[in-house]
């Protein structure tokens, strides 16, 4: 695979893109929102499964702030985050996650994107390997890109609930550029929460080797059936190697806000995203100051939340295995999942549910799978996330189960 540190070798052509600019993907959650405009645009009606997009309303306390600004300058903020959202989030990871930080660890991003970024250009060079397990975020992909990374995949499986694979798999898979191993716990797209000992193994194998890990921890808080996510900040003599990626899109339905953090107790790690926050100037102020009124939450609003979630997650599972040729591990956090569907080609498959179908006046999009792939996997599964209400769900399942049986 070409990278893009190679050397450039001009052809002549003027005004030539960079080789980041044209390695650079679509993003296949957002690909096909032309199809869905158009199926808009003739009167049906889209169940949108594609994007984590929560319908949860933000909490009234982080709404109210905004009423509360009279600020008659809107400055920038200090680069490493304000100090009222700093002592928020030691505040939480204190209190939620039982971590005891400084704030001095804790560094506020435009999202928990720009802390992916971050973490990617301090721990790896161009042209070194960052290890995925897969399937992965899609645009894990656009991070690595712009960082100049390759991804070196390791398979997980729907039959084993695309859980971690044995060690093996991973030494078998390292090469010698790698620097990174990448997880995201619970994860985005599968829905799967990995155990201590699947982390313990992680925090070994990145011990031994010398690799770094960035945990991202974005769906900390959605976890079913009574369990609890552990966090790699908990992971034993492991505070040189551990970074911690967060955001508050998703725990509280906010993801305009646009606001996330970059954790680790690795000083020199801290020291170097942190002159990259000051080359960026600072993280969204405003955003900073609505933030702060979540800790004005207790444990009630997040029990709440995720009681929701798991109601989602039953009727969209319960509905899914229902349908013939249909086969999905059951989702045990975040409000994703994977699906294998009865189709030779998902991307196919998805594109002609907005072109060409619709079912008592509605249609669903959904996100095919292969982009959440390094290697050529996915072809036929999509991923689904789960965040509308119950009635809707129960729609989407029945036009997806009516759009199966006229596909074939």
Same mark, same amino acid.
């Given at each position: 695979?070409?990278?893009?540190?190679?050397?450039?070798? *001009? #052809?002549?052509?003027?005004?030539?893109?960079?080789?980041?600019?044209?390695? @650079?993907?679509?993003?296949?959650?957002?690909?096909?929102?032309?199809?869905?405009?158009?199926?808009?645009?003739?009167?049906?009606?889209?169940? *949108?499964?594609?994007?984590?997009?929560?319908?949860?309303?933000?909490?009234?306390? @982080?709404?109210?702030?905004?009423?509360?600004?009279?600020?008659?300058?809107?400055?920038?903020?200090?680069?490493?985050?304000?100090?009222?959202?700093?002592?928020?989030?030691?505040?939480?990871?204190?209190? $939620?996650?039982?971590?005891?930080?400084?704030?001095?660890?804790?560094?506020?991003?435009?999202?928990?994107?720009?802390?992916?970024?971050?973490?990617?250009?301090?721990?790896?060079?161009?042209?070194?390997?960052?290890?995925?397990? %897969?399937? !992965?975020?899609?645009?894990?992909?656009?991070?690595?890109? @712009?960082?100049?990374?390759?991804?070196?995949?390791?398979?997980? $499986?729907?039959?084993?609930?695309? *859980?971690?694979?044995?060690?093996?798999?991973?030494?078998?898979?390292?090469?010698?550029?790698?620097?990174?191993?990448?997880?995201?716990?619970?994860?985005?797209?599968? =829905?799967?929460?990995?155990?201590?000992?699947?982390?313990?193994?992680?925090?070994?194998?990145?011990? %031994? *080797?010398?690799?770094?890990?960035?945990?991202?921890?974005?769906?900390?808080?959605?976890?079913?059936? =009574?369990?609890?996510?552990?966090?790699?900040?908990?992971?034993?003599?492991?505070?040189?190697?551990?970074?911690?990626?967060? &955001?508050? &899109?998703?725990?509280?339905?906010?993801?305009?806000?646009?606001?996330?953090?970059?954790?680790?107790?690795? $000083?020199?790690?801290?020291?170097?995203?942190?002159?990259?926050?000051?080359?960026?100037?600072?993280?969204? =102020?405003?955003?900073? !100051?609505?933030?702060?009124?979540?800790?004005?939450?207790?444990?009630?609003?997040?029990?709440?939340?995720?009681?929701?979630?798991?109601?989602?997650?039953?009727?969209?599972?319960?509905?899914? #295995?229902?349908?013939?040729?249909?086969?999905?591990?059951?989702?045990?956090?975040? !409000?994703?999942?994977?699906?294998?569907?009865? +189709?030779?080609?998902?991307?196919?498959?998805?594109?002609?549910?907005?072109?060409?179908?619709?079912?008592?006046?509605?249609?669903?999009?959904?996100?095919?799978?292969?982009?959440?792939?390094?290697?050529?996997?996915?072809?036929?599964?999509? $991923?689904?996330?789960? +965040?509308?209400?119950?009635?809707?769900?129960?729609?989407?399942?029945?036009?997806?189960?009516?759009?199966?049986?006229?596909?074939?």
């Amino acid at each position: 695979m070409t990278t893009i540190d190679e050397p450039t070798t *001009h #052809t002549g052509k003027a005004f030539e893109l960079s080789r980041r600019a044209t390695l @650079m993907p679509a993003s296949p959650i957002r690909r096909l929102a032309p199809l869905a405009d158009a199926a808009k645009a003739r009167g049906t009606r889209v169940y *949108h499964l594609n994007i984590g997009q929560p319908d949860i309303e933000t909490p009234a306390c @982080m709404r109210e702030r905004l009423r509360q600004l009279d600020e008659r300058v809107l400055e920038y903020s200090p680069s490493t985050g304000t100090p009222d959202f700093l002592r928020s989030l030691q505040h939480y990871y204190e209190h $939620r996650v039982g971590v005891s930080l400084s704030t001095s660890q804790i560094l506020a991003t435009t999202g928990g994107s720009e802390a992916l970024l971050f973490a990617f250009m301090a721990c790896a060079n161009p042209g070194d390997d960052v290890m995925m397990l %897969e399937p !992965f975020y899609a645009n894990y992909r656009s991070f690595t890109t @712009m960082a100049g990374l390759e991804i070196v995949p390791v398979t997980s $499986r729907g039959r084993d609930g695309f *859980h971690i694979p044995a060690r093996e798999a991973w030494e078998r898979a390292l090469t010698p550029r790698t620097r990174i191993v990448a997880l995201c716990n619970p994860n985005n797209p599968t =829905g799967t929460v990995y155990g201590p000992d699947e982390l313990r193994m992680i925090a070994d194998f990145c011990r %031994e *080797h010398g690799l770094f890990l960035i945990s991202d921890e974005v769906y900390r808080e959605f976890v079913y059936d =009574g369990k609890k996510a552990m966090s790699a900040l908990e992971l034993e003599n492991a505070e040189e190697f551990v970074i911690v990626v967060d &955001s508050l &899109s998703k725990r509280y339905s906010a993801c305009g806000i646009r606001l996330g953090s970059l954790v680790t107790r690795n $000083r020199e790690i801290y020291d170097a995203c942190w002159r990259m926050a000051q080359g960026r100037l600072s993280p969204p =102020g405003i955003a900073q !100051f609505i933030a702060v009124g979540a800790m004005e939450l207790g444990e009630e609003y997040t029990r709440e939340v995720v009681a929701e979630y798991q109601r989602r997650r039953d009727v969209l599972y319960e509905g899914l #295995t229902s349908i013939p040729g249909v086969f999905l591990a059951k989702p045990e956090g975040a !409000f994703y999942c994977v699906a294998k569907l009865p +189709v030779d080609d998902a991307n196919e498959f998805a594109s002609w549910l907005l072109s060409d179908f619709q079912h008592e006046g509605a249609t669903v999009m959904v996100a095919p799978a292969s982009g959440f792939y390094a290697s050529d996997l996915g072809r036929n599964e999509v $991923r689904i996330a789960y +965040v509308l209400n119950e009635t809707d769900l129960r729609a989407a399942v029945e036009v997806l189960r009516n759009s199966l049986s006229a596909y074939k």
